[in-house]
């Protein structure tokens, strides 16, 4: 092997690197956010909606759940423009990610809210406790407690899977290293520093979404 | 300028044989890759689950696109001849291999401990304690969780298009760039894959529900 690593000139490109890795961070996290706001009211509309309601959350999900990321951000960027609803690179970036997110954690949530017992809700109607009372603190926070690790790693793919909005040249982390590649032409070099970054991410996040767990769903129960 | 009629429409449609024939690719090799990883994770040699496990944290840890570009970009540099098929095929294939490797080590341990125990008193050596006793029985629980996997992988193979690699996605880019009609292009696009997905989804729901009667019984 003849080949001569530098590295020199990708890391010389560091203020654009990090400025990258915290709009992947940013990107992901807000997207997080708002992905599941959306999954959960998509979930209570599917456990407890009305019939039509529950027709639409399902098609919904089947849409989003088998079809590639790629294309709803292709379907967002470009095809939405053509009727009039324009945006920039990271909103539409943004937007794709929440709808992607919104569909898979909503099977995950509804799989967490079914799984709570009848007598639970039932305990809750004798306190007299109201019906979003009941939603809020009986139904939904054990059944996110249950859910936990299958959510948070759907999150960690989102994080991951971010690295496709890249191609519609939003400014993410993938971005920033298309770019550094073009200028140097050091492709190899600056994609391995990437994906150790990207490794690093999904590591911290890990630790993110544990610190989360212990701080505000690590109650004793029953099970 | 061209507008979108049958023959744009067949240009895309024809490119679902590139699709499936590479989703095909990247499901027999993650198969052998996959179940590797799942036999070095549960077979009991330290060093060998070590290897393993680290291998599944790194692909499941990054991105897809990037172990693409790593591919594609990096086997030239280490030597290979390289073309938008044989990188797309190769990081498919080991990417799979750690996801199914991941789902495949939970079904073989998911078989009950007093299987193990009664191949072991029969001392049965590993390999016929694996090939009689246990996979065929982690078979069983591995099937549902593997087709729904399968859709992972079809969606996944989109990503070759990023590298120029000619499949369902990159066939739409191309009739876009000329047509102009970007609805309609990624509406088909968008359609054909989940023609391909949805029938897969039904029967992994299904045959996970049947699973499921079956262990309450």
Redesign the interface.
């Given at each position: 092997?003849t080949?001569r690593f530098q590295f020199d000139q990708v890391f010389a490109a560091w203020p654009h690197l990090l400025h990258g890795t915290w709009i992947t961070i940013q990107l992901s996290l807000t997207a997080t956010g708002l992905g599941l706001l959306v999954a959960i009211l998509c979930a209570w509309g599917k456990t407890s909606g009305p019939g039509w309601l529950r027709y639409v959350i399902n098609a919904y999900i089947?849409?989003i759940?088998?079809?590639?990321?790629?294309?709803?951000l292709?379907?967002f960027f470009?095809?939405?423009?053509?009727?009039g609803l324009r945006w920039t690179p990271h909103t539409a970036a943004l937007v794709s990610m929440v709808v992607n997110l919104g569909a898979y954690a909503t099977e995950i949530i509804r799989a967490g809210i079914e799984a709570i017992p009848k007598g639970q809700i039932e305990a809750g109607l004798a306190l007299n406790l109201k019906h979003w009372e009941i939603f809020r603190f009986v139904i939904l926070k054990p059944a996110l407690k249950t859910i936990y690790p299958a959510l948070t790693s759907q999150f960690?793919l989102l994080m991951?899977?971010?690295?496709?909005v890249?191609?519609i040249s939003a400014d993410d982390l993938?971005s920033v290293a298309a770019n550094i590649q073009s200028e140097t032409f050091r492709?190899?070099e600056v994609?391995?520093v990437?994906?150790v970054i990207?490794?690093a991410l999904?590591?911290a996040f890990n630790a993110l979404f544990k610190l989360v767990y212990q701080t505000y769903l690590n109650y004793p129960d029953r099970r | 300028m061209r507008t979108f009629g049958w023959s744009e429409l067949w240009f895309i449609v024809a490119a679902a044989k590139w699709t499936i024939a590479l989703s095909a690719i990247a499901f027999a090799g993650g198969t052998v890759v996959g179940l590797l990883v799942a036999l070095a994770r549960t077979g009991g040699i330290a060093l060998l689950a070590r290897i393993a496990t680290v291998f599944t944290q790194?692909f499941?840890?990054?991105?897809?696109?990037?172990?693409l570009?790593?591919v594609f970009?990096?086997a030239p540099?280490?030597?290979f001849e390289i073309n938008p098929w044989l990188a797309a095929a190769a990081a498919l294939t080991l990417n799979s291999g750690a996801f199914l490797g991941e789902i495949w080590r939970g079904c073989i341990q998911a078989v009950p401990r007093g299987q193990w125990e009664a191949a072991e008193a029969l001392s049965l050596s590993y390999r016929w304690r694996m090939r009689a006793v246990i996979l065929p029985q982690a078979f069983k629980i591995a099937v549902p969780p593997t087709v729904g996997y399968l859709?992972q992988i079809i969606?996944?193979t989109?990503?070759a298009?990023?590298i120029g690699f000619t499949e369902i996605?990159r066939a739409?880019?191309i009739i876009?760039n000329a047509t102009f009609?970007?609805?309609i292009?990624?509406?088909v696009?968008?359609a054909l894959?989940?023609v391909l997905?949805?029938p897969l989804?039904l029967w992994a729901w299904r045959l996970e529900k049947r699973h499921a009667r079956a262990l309450t019984r």
């Open positions: 092997m080949y089947e849409l759940r088998n079809t590639p990321f790629l294309v709803q292709f379907f470009f095809a939405l423009p053509a009727i960690i991951l899977s971010s690295s496709v890249s191609v993938t492709s190899f994609y391995i990437v994906t990207y490794l999904s590591l | 790194i499941q840890g990054t991105p897809l696109l990037l172990q570009f790593l970009f990096g540099i280490l030597g859709v969606k996944g989109s990503l298009a990023i996605t739409g880019q876009d009609q970007p609805l292009v990624f509406g696009v968008g894959y989940f997905c949805w989804s």
